[in-house]
């Protein structure tokens, strides 16, 4: 897929204020600090597409990107981020599983996972939730320009024995870096032939 067109078209904290197009749309969520927003604009093309900031939590609305006039990406706010208060944490929790429970729209989410730490509870959690609430999701391993192949290896392994203890498969899996442009072909071409077989009524 070549990306020809990605712009913002609107922020929000609830779902049902979400844009009524009847598009196809892909959700990216993770936990703060995994490098969402660079990973967007690496697979946007766009340098800025997605705000980037050293300071984790600052995504804390739901974003709608048009992309080539015809999907939706969407950038959820990050999970798990210590220094945001318990009452915010409880606002983005709810909005956060009203937009996945109710929005006709979505296709599948990307569940975005640093590659170079060892398999994190909030992230078992929460894919744990996706399945239950029979959401498709993807993981995307972000950052494996930081680690050697056999290390990134040895990481997703990891992450392989943990989730068949509960999960009958491996749930789908991107490797990527945005600073290398790692991945960006694969989950593109992954979403295009989504597109392909979605009947827009």
Same mark, same amino acid.
């Given at each position: 897929?070549?990306?020809?067109?990605?712009?913002?078209?609107?922020?929000?904290?609830?779902?049902?204020?979400?844009?009524?197009?009847?598009?196809?749309?892909?959700?990216?969520?993770?936990?703060?600090?995994?490098?969402?927003?660079?990973? @967007?604009?690496?697979?946007?093309?766009?340098?800025?597409?997605?705000?980037?900031?050293?300071?984790?939590?600052?995504?804390?609305? @739901?974003?709608?990107?048009?992309?080539?006039?015809?999907?939706?990406?969407?950038?959820?706010?990050?999970?798990?981020?210590?220094?945001?208060?318990?009452?915010?944490?409880?606002?983005?929790?709810?909005?956060?599983?009203?937009?996945?429970?109710?929005?006709?729209?979505?296709?599948?989410?990307?569940?975005?996972?640093?590659?170079?730490?060892?398999?994190?509870?909030?992230?078992?959690?929460?894919?744990?939730?996706?399945?239950?609430?029979?959401?498709?999701?993807?993981?995307?391993?972000?950052?494996?320009?930081?680690?050697?192949?056999?290390?990134i290896e040895n990481h997703v392994e990891d992450y392989k024995t943990i989730l068949l203890e509960t999960w009958e498969e491996m749930p789908n899996y991107f490797i990527t870096s945005s600073s290398k442009d790692i991945g960006k072909d694969d989950v593109l071409n992954y979403i295009d032939g989504l597109n392909e077989n979605i009947i827009i009524e």
């Amino acid at each position: 897929m070549h990306i020809k067109s990605a712009e913002f078209v609107t922020s929000n904290s609830d779902a049902s204020k979400c844009p009524k197009d009847r598009l196809p749309e892909y959700a990216f969520i993770g936990r703060s600090n995994v490098g969402k927003s660079s990973l @967007i604009n690496m697979l946007t093309s766009r340098k800025s597409l997605a705000k980037t900031s050293g300071r984790p939590g600052k995504t804390q609305l @739901i974003n709608h990107f048009i992309i080539n006039k015809n999907w939706f990406l969407v950038d959820l706010p990050g999970y798990g981020y210590a220094k945001v208060s318990k009452s915010t944490k409880k606002v983005f929790q709810k909005f956060i599983t009203h937009y996945f429970e109710n929005r006709e729209q979505l296709v599948t989410a990307f569940v975005l996972v640093d590659i170079r730490h060892k398999p994190q509870p909030i992230d078992q959690e929460f894919m744990q939730y996706l399945g239950e609430s029979g959401i498709p999701f993807s993981i995307i391993f972000t950052k494996a320009d930081k680690l050697k192949p056999k290390a990134i290896e040895n990481h997703v392994e990891d992450y392989k024995t943990i989730l068949l203890e509960t999960w009958e498969e491996m749930p789908n899996y991107f490797i990527t870096s945005s600073s290398k442009d790692i991945g960006k072909d694969d989950v593109l071409n992954y979403i295009d032939g989504l597109n392909e077989n979605i009947i827009i009524e």
